[in-house]
């Protein structure tokens, strides 16, 4: 059933894109055909997360967190309709994306490990982790469209491109609402990995910890500056970046050099 329901959800998400386009350049401040769609797309897309990770054997590769963190964009699209910060309109990027993100989790092979480890601490440090890094992973591409735009905008180039995209403070409220659970996560992340570290230099840990404390310090400078600053365009792509980089280098960095170079392991 998960793979019958990832194909159909993605194709959902494609409609909802190409109909979203066509209510937005004809004025309408209402896509009601477009929200139709993506919530159809989305019962889908949560029937085809349920039977995969409610199942006997839950697994998990990167394709199927990124595709976990991909519907949780496209809920808080939906669920900001129900608030007077809409960011409907963000999903002529988004749901592309959650499709994209489907179609390769349904036809791309990718190694997977079982999580029904007996230990909840390591389970929950392992989902925390992943998903915090996939969430700020898809924020990071959300900053380089924000990037772009106002690389448009600072030189008054309105070309079809740019009127195709949504508004910039849309897609950079999308942005920060990516930010602030991807902060919470991996809050959660550190938290949790603190209560099964015995040894922080013998478990060579201690640069894998270093650099994800680092990242964490970054986007939680970036949300103070965004709340009380009013931080926003470069300023808040650059960090985001940044944050993402030492992220990406706690894991696959660390990962790297203690395994293929020094031979050991974390464990």
């Known amino acids: 059933m998960h793979d019958f329901f990832l194909p159909l959800a993605a194709a959902c998400y494609l409609l909802a894109t190409l109909q979203l386009y066509r209510e937005l350049t004809a004025g309408s401040s209402n896509p009601r055909g477009a929200i139709a769609l993506t919530l159809l797309g989305a019962v889908c897309h949560v029937l085809a997360q349920a039977t995969h990770w409610l199942g006997p054997d839950p697994s998990a590769s990167y394709l199927n967190v990124l595709s976990l963190c991909a519907l949780t964009v496209v809920l808080l699209l939906l669920t900001s309709l129900l608030t007077p910060n809409r960011l409907f309109e963000a999903g002529l990027i988004a749901l592309p994306m959650a499709a994209l993100v489907l179609l390769g989790e349904w036809l791309l092979p990718a190694p997977a490990q079982l999580i029904n480890t007996p230990d909840a601490r390591i389970s929950l440090h392992v989902i925390s982790s992943v998903m915090a890094f996939g969430l700020l992973s898809i924020a990071g591409v959300y900053a380089l469209f924000v990037a772009l735009m106002d690389h448009f905008l600072r030189r008054h180039q309105l070309n079809p491109l740019m009127r195709a995209l949504p508004a910039l403070n849309v897609l950079e409220s999308l942005l920060f609402g990516l930010i602030k659970a991807g902060f919470v996560l991996l809050t959660l992340s550190l ?53 993402i980089l030492l992220l990406a280098l706690s894991y696959f960095g660390s990962k790297w050099v203690l395994e293929v170079v020094l031979a050991r392991s974390w464990s």
Do not use: E
Request: charged fraction near 15%.
């Open 191 to 243: 938290a949790s990995g603190l209560l099964f570290i015995d040894n922080l230099m013998a478990q060579h840990l201690a640069h894998k910890t270093l650099l994800s404390v680092l990242a964490w310090l970054v986007f939680g400078t970036l949300l103070w500056g965004r709340r009380y600053r009013g931080w926003r365009g470069r300023t808040a792509v650059r960090l985001t970046i940044g944050g």
